[in-house]
């Protein structure tokens, strides 16, 4: 190997030195029962991280989705239902750490929300184009005989 191809090969590594705690492993959880994994998988995919917003506690690797992981890991070895745990995480953070979060009073902007936005767009639209239709229609409409014959009498006015 030649020299410059080793300072290109240290300086590779120099710059992929700060990437190394994102290709650390996954935590390994130790479970009971391969239904208690799939619990844990389930339910880490289901909530959502806090923290990040856009990711569920499975594909997070903040400290708080890592905390939470933990908490249900310890929750399913306690023998708790999936149930029990979503309400004890409701509780303690609110809808909000729910992907799917129930439909009631405080969620109906959420739910409803870009529904009714489609709505009030569709309808500015139809009344934007009708309004444009109609402003064509009576620009458009030819000139009657009696118009015309006025028009051409201005015109020999202006001369």
Same mark, same amino acid.
């Given at each position: 190997?030649?020299?410059?191809?080793?300072? /290109?090969? #240290?300086?590779? *590594? !120099?710059?992929?030195?700060?990437?190394?705690?994102?290709?650390? $492993?996954?935590? %390994?959880?130790?479970?009971?029962?391969?239904?208690?994994?799939?619990?844990?998988?389930?339910?880490? /995919?289901? #909530?959502?991280? *806090? !923290?990040?917003?856009?990711?569920?506690?499975?594909?997070?690797? $903040?400290?708080? %989705?890592?905390?939470?992981?933990?908490?249900?890991?310890?929750?399913?070895?306690?023998?708790?239902?999936?149930?029990?745990?979503?309400?004890?995480?409701?509780?303690?953070?609110?809808?909000?750490?729910?992907?799917?979060?129930?439909?009631?009073?405080?969620?109906?902007?959420?739910?409803?929300?870009?529904?009714?936005?489609?709505?009030?767009?569709?309808?500015?639209?139809?009344?934007?184009?009708?309004?444009?239709?109609?402003?064509?229609?009576?620009?458009?409409?030819?000139?009657?005989?009696?118009?015309?014959?006025?028009?051409?009498?201005?015109?020999?006015?202006?001369?």
């Amino acid at each position: 190997m030649s020299y410059p191809s080793i300072r /290109a090969l #240290l300086l590779g *590594l !120099v710059l992929m030195a700060p990437a190394a705690p994102l290709l650390a $492993a996954i935590d %390994a959880y130790q479970f009971d029962s391969t239904a208690q994994e799939e619990r844990f998988q389930r339910l880490a /995919a289901e #909530l959502r991280c *806090l !923290v990040c917003q856009n990711q569920s506690l499975a594909d997070s690797n $903040a400290g708080l %989705a890592k905390d939470l992981r933990d908490q249900v890991h310890e929750m399913i070895l306690a023998g708790k239902d999936d149930k029990e745990i979503v309400d004890y995480m409701v509780e303690r953070y609110g809808d909000f750490v729910l992907y799917r979060p129930p439909v009631q009073a405080n969620t109906w902007l959420l739910w409803f929300g870009p529904l009714a936005l489609l709505g009030v767009g569709a309808l500015a639209l139809i009344l934007f184009l009708r309004h444009r239709a109609a402003a064509r229609a009576t620009t458009a409409a030819p000139l009657s005989e009696a118009e015309r014959e006025r028009l051409a009498q201005l015109l020999e006015e202006r001369k």
